[in-house]
């Protein structure tokens, strides 16, 4: 058996057909998705990417693997393989085109990096960046005796969002002006100083938020049309390789605040889809309604290889699922978060309770509770009316997360201990203005395309130290 694993960077469920958008953005992922399974509630229960990627290829929980942040420069938990190791020690020919470095290079016989052109300013080919290295590289694998694991990692969703044509316009009225003064729909992500200047790199002057998420939109669609070729060089060993589409996280659009970005515990964030095509092995249109979480990936493809699990991972495998003996592996799913803020939650059946380690620098609550059933899009927080909700939630969430570290043997949660590594990005021009009035993109003089910042660029310089404990204030301090 072969394995190709896809992951969509940022990619959240709901803006795909197959997860019921309305939009066109995703039609040949849709049509993979009524050949295969379809995982109708897969979360990623720890963020941003590289805590994701790390639960993803383990198998392991964040507080086992340590690793619960971007940029806080904390070693992988000794003792913790990772997916491509298990395989390749099982005969597997291990092969990937990721540009995450790190850990996540670690048992790959071929590890094929990129960079995509940024010449042109105001577009960035990434997905076609990402298949210039992966078409030929299928090719050697097609020809190997042994089977293989693929990891195909493509960024196109994330920041900065610059679609090529006509994916750019792709989703936007024609007769709307994305610079309008009128509109203020934009205000609040041009006022929040740790990201605006990164968001003047590749949208300087846009006031409409709906057209930043048709840019969103945009994205998605580019890279649905450039994974055909993908499916098309696999298709002539289709019978004995399983396909897995997947995100590490979402995105949050303009429904919350966090504007554009993938920090917040909401469900446009944590919410990912999962996708997986194995023709004539896996049932066809088969759609698992409960709750499954990327944990349970790396347990589900050695189950499918018929590798025993040596690394007691913590994931459940999704063959029941699958072939319809349940209907999901969990009652509830227990969420993390620690690069731009430092956050537990909890989802349950009905409810989304959220608790803050660290002030929330938007100023939001300490905690917060939505219910799900009535307010899908957690836009009225309960904490307050609801007391014996967050009660009962808090008392199961601090339980989780006690139980966890006795199991692996810590006596302080990673969260806390670790903190948020991002301050800021981006940076200020200044003779420049932000916001509305600002020179769009495509009428200025810009030497190259704006591009994913570094985890080394999310602090700000020269951080306050907070003097009591003799560490680096994580957070927004005003002197």
Same mark, same amino acid.
């Given at each position: ?15 795909? /057909? ?7 953005? =995703? ?35 964040? &507080? ?54 940024? =010449? ?18 299928? !090719? ?12 195909? %990692? ?32 934009? $205000? ?28 969103? $939109? ?7 049309? %450039? ?22 996280? *979402? ?15 909401? !469900? ?6 999962? &996708? ?47 072939? /319809? ?42 905690? !917060? ?46 969260? /806390? ?8 990005? *981006? ?7 932000? /916001? ?44």
């Amino acid at each position: 058996m072969n394995i190709v694993l896809i992951a969509l960077d940022t990619q959240r469920a709901d803006h795909l /057909g197959c997860y019921g958008y309305p939009k066109r953005t =995703s039609p040949f992922i849709d049509s993979i998705a009524r050949r295969g399974v379809l995982f109708e509630r897969c979360y990623a229960p720890n963020i941003p990417t590289h805590p994701s990627f790390t639960t993803m290829l383990s198998g392991k929980e964040a &507080i086992t693997h340590n690793i619960v942040n971007i940029g806080g420069g904390v070693p992988i938990a000794d003792g913790v393989r990772l997916l491509p190791e298990i395989l390749k020690e099982h005969d597997y020919v291990t092969a990937a085109v990721d540009s995450m470095g790190r850990h996540f290079s670690r048992g790959f016989d071929e590890y094929c990096t990129y960079q995509w052109d940024r =010449s042109n300013p105001t577009m960035l080919r990434k997905a076609e960046t990402v298949n210039e290295k992966a078409l030929p590289l299928i !090719e050697r694998l097609k020809q190997q005796a042994q089977p293989f694991f693929l990891f195909l %990692h493509y960024w196109d969703p994330h920041t900065p969002y610059l679609p090529p044509p006509p994916y750019d316009r792709k989703f936007y009225p024609k007769d709307k002006d994305p610079y309008d003064p009128n509109n203020h729909s934009m $205000d609040e992500a041009w006022a929040w100083e740790p990201f605006k200047w990164y968001f003047h790199d590749w949208m300087p002057g846009v006031t409409d938020a709906e057209y930043v998420i048709n840019l969103y $939109d945009g994205e998605t669609a580019y890279m649905d049309h %450039h994974l055909r070729p993908i499916f098309a060089a696999l298709a002539p060993i289709q019978e004995e390789t399983l396909v897995i589409i997947t995100a590490d996280h *979402g995105e949050v659009l303009n429904e919350q605040l966090g504007y554009f970005d993938h920090h917040g515990l909401y !469900e446009g964030n944590v919410h990912v889809p999962l &996708i997986l095509y194995w023709p004539g092995k896996l049932p066809k249109g088969r759609r698992v309604p409960g709750f499954v979480q990327n944990l349970d990936i790396a347990p589900t493809l050695l189950e499918l290889a018929g590798i025993r699990d040596r690394d007691n991972m913590e994931g459940i495998s999704l063959l029941p699922g699958i072939f /319809g003996l349940r209907n999901g592996n969990y009652d509830e799913v227990y969420l993390s978060e620690a690069t731009w803020q430092v956050k537990r939650g909890l989802r349950t059946e009905r409810w989304k309770f959220i608790d803050s380690i660290e002030q929330d620098p938007h100023g939001r609550p300490m905690q !917060e509770l939505f219910d799900l059933q009535s307010d899908p899009e957690e836009q009225q927080n309960l904490a307050v009316s609801r007391p014996e909700v967050v009660k009962e939630l808090k008392e199961r969430l601090d339980t989780w997360v006690a139980q966890r570290l006795s199991e692996t043997g810590r006596c302080v949660d990673p969260l /806390g201990e670790q903190g948020k590594c991002g301050t800021r990005i *981006g940076t200020q021009r200044p003779d420049d203005i932000v /916001g509305a009035g600002a020179t769009p993109l495509h009428k200025r003089q810009q030497a190259a395309a704006a591009t994913i910042p570094a985890p080394e660029d999310l602090k700000t310089p020269n951080e306050v130290q907070d003097e009591t404990r003799g560490v680096k204030l994580h957070g927004y301090v005003k002197k």
